[in-house]
């Protein structure tokens, strides 16, 4: 059987002032739900819908990893790390869809 890939994404609202880090294993759907408020939860209640970041891991407890690892930084961290991937913060969904 094979593995599924891992997703470890970042998503923010309009002005940048919140992240909610997120593992799935499959990005476009779980942008989408984020995008749509489809599931009640911190991404809804912050409006939280602009993919700006974005790892592929070759399996799901791989990206489960870095999600915890991701977590654990500092929003300078996070911030330095999605500027060098999106330097102009752009959103990022039309881009995997």
Do not use: C
Request: charge should be positive; glycine fraction near 4%.
């Amino acid at each position: 059987m094979m593995n599924k890939k891992g997703y470890t994404y970042i998503i923010t609202n309009q002005y940048h002032t919140t992240f909610y880090i997120g593992v799935t294993s499959n990005l476009v759907k779980r942008i989408w739900e984020h995008k749509n408020h489809v599931v009640d939860g911190f991404s809804k209640t912050y409006n939280l819908n602009k993919l700006v970041y974005y790892e592929i891991m070759d399996d799901i407890e791989t990206a489960i990893n870095r999600e915890k690892y991701l977590k654990g930084k500092t929003r300078k961290f996070k911030k330095e790390l999605i500027e060098k991937f999106n330097p102009k913060w752009e959103d990022l969904y039309d881009t995997i869809i």
